[in-house]
T-cell receptor, first 113, second 113 residues
Framework: NAGVTQTPKFRVLKTGQSMTLLCAQD?????MYWYRQDPGMGLRLIHY???????AKGEVPDGYNVSRLKKQNFLLGLESAAPSQTSVYFC????????????FGAGTRLSVL | KQEVTQIPAALSVPEGENLVLNCSFT??????LQWFRQDPGKGLTSLLL?????REQTSGRLNASLDKSSGRSTLYIAASQPGDSATYLC????????????FGDGTTLTVKP
């Protein structure tokens, strides 16, 4: 199993550009999450999904959209990137069914100029 | 709103020393608490997960305890090694239905040879 895979690993955007971050997990996990990690602010939840076809807002959802059309994939979109979205983005998944260990991807480092 | 605090923010110890990392949280109504390790530029790796009904979990040289009533958890590392150098984060989860984990800012540990 590859676990949780994030694509791309690095990206530089100009203000106003759009992009999609892909998270893929091959563990048949029910729950998936997108976090951002910023110095001094810890990890903050952006959006999450409790199953295929579902999404919900987390702590800092503004400026982001998500989709979970397939159980194994969770996409995070930035429609019009802003410098405030410069961050490291992590995807995570949890099996569900009472098993709650959270598994993380390696992260995507995004810079918005 | 749940708040998670980890003190100290940084810790430096000589190799072989036993050490304790602290995690405190403000809302005792948690479902579980998870300790992670993060190496520079990498994702988070799960170390131990303690359910709210448990008092401690052990894995190798690591032992994590949980005292819900006082809102505290500790991660004990025995016989520290240079390879233990990393940032250690704790996260508390409120309920079973995915939702939010609240993370601390972490303790950065340096073990000197």
């Amino acid at each position: 199993n590859a676990g949780v895979t994030q694509t791309p690993k690095f990206r530089v955007l100009k203000t106003g550009q759009s992009m999609t971050l892909l998270c893929a997990q091959d563990m048949n996990h029910e729950y998936m999450y997108w976090y951002r990690q910023d110095p001094g602010m810890g990890l903050r939840l952006i959006h999450y999904s409790v199953g295929e076809g579902t999404t919900a807002k987390g702590e800092v959802p503004d400026g982001y959209n998500v989709s979970r059309l397939k159980k194994q994939n969770f996409l995070l979109g930035l429609e019009s990137a802003a410098p405030s979205q410069t961050s490291v983005y992590f995807c995570a998944s949890i099996p569900g069914g009472g098993k709650n260990i959270q598994y993380f991807g390696a992260g995507t480092r995004l810079s918005v100029l | 709103k749940q708040e998670v605090t980890q003190i100290p923010a940084a810790l430096s110890v000589p190799e072989g020393e036993n050490l304790v990392l602290n995690c405190s949280f403000t809302d005792s109504a948690i479902y579980n608490l998870q300790w992670f390790r993060q190496d520079p530029g990498k994702g988070l790796t799960s170390l131990l997960l303690i359910q709210s009904s448990q008092r401690e979990q052990t894995s190798g040289r690591l032992n994590a305890s949980l005292d819900k009533s006082s809102g505290r958890s500790t991660l004990y590392i025995a016989a520290s090694q240079p390879g233990d150098s990393a940032t250690y984060l704790c996260a508390v989860r409120k309920n079973t239905n995915a939702g939010k984990s609240t993370f601390g800012d972490g303790t950065t540990l340096t073990v000197k040879p």
